[in-house]
């Protein structure tokens, strides 16, 4: 099976700009979970979703959201974008209870 | 709430020999499972081994193993012949359900930086 992809791998944006990440989980995985890591804060959780619906979310400001498709794909948005943000976002695609991890995109907030 | 302890920030081990990465883990649960995660420089996290707590035998996964202590709430992680390919950053997680529809609940810990020497 194709493992997790993640597009794109790397983006640099401006303050104030908005960004969407996508995320194509692996076949047959109805779970996608999104994570920032940086080097200060470690792996922080931001949302997960199964079905197209979000089951369980992280402690992040609204101006993260995400969305999943029918077909299991998902994207995450971030809006009004702040140079705290800049970090490596990770999607995680979810069978039964073990994750699967994509390469993740890099963000730059300048 | 859980949580989950790595108080090793760095290790270095020189190449073949074993090294044992420490993960402690607090929670009243009885039933959730327990994952070694390692994130190489290319930065993909890749599963390493999984621990189901309803399990009393230790995991291995080829030079990889755990040593599953329930009672004591640790998860550690014994590397054998070490290779310089295990240089990464290891991640021990906790995972539980949080209700009977699908919905899990993931915990990493802070992560455990190892080098490998050659």
């Known amino acids: 099976k194709a493992g997790v992809t993640q597009t794109p791998r790397y983006l640099i944006k401006t303050r104030g700009q908005q960004v969407t990440l996508s995320c194509s989980p692996i076949?047959?995985?109805?779970?996608v979970s999104w994570y920032q890591q940086t080097p200060g804060q470690g792996l922080q959780f931001l949302f997960e979703?199964?079905?197209?619906?979000?089951?369980n979310k992280g402690n992040f400001p609204g101006r993260f959201s995400g969305r999943q498709f029918s077909n299991s794909r998902s994207e995450m948005n971030v809006s009004t974008l702040e140079l705290g943000d800049s970090a490596l976002y990770l999607c995680?695609?979810?069978?039964?209870?073990?994750?699967?991890f994509g390469p993740g995109t890099r963000l730059t907030v300048t | 709430a859980q949580t989950v302890t790595q108080s090793q920030p760095e290790m270095s081990v020189q190449e073949a020999e074993t090294v044992t990465l420490s993960c402690t883990y607090d929670?009243?649960?009885?039933?959730?499972?327990l994952f070694w995660y390692k994130q190489p420089p290319s930065r993909q996290m890749i599963l390493v081994i999984r621990?189901?707590?309803?399990?009393?035998q230790n995991a291995t996964e080829n030079r990889f193993s755990v040593n599953f202590q329930k009672a004591a709430k640790s998860f550690s992680l014994k590397i054998s012949d070490s290779q310089l390919g295990d240089t990464a950053m290891y991640f021990c997680?906790?995972?539980?359900?949080?209700?009977?529809?699908?919905?899990?609940?993931?915990?990493f810990g802070t992560g455990t930086r190892l080098k490998v020497l050659a």
């Open positions: 995680a695609s979810r069978g039964f209870y073990e994750q699967y």
């Open positions: 076949s047959g995985h109805r779970s």
């Open positions: 979703y199964f079905s197209e619906t979000q089951r």
């Open positions: 929670t009243s649960e009885n039933n959730y499972y």
């Open positions: 621990q189901e707590a309803y399990k009393q």
């Open positions: 997680a906790f995972m539980k359900a949080l209700d009977s529809s699908g919905t899990y609940k993931y915990i």
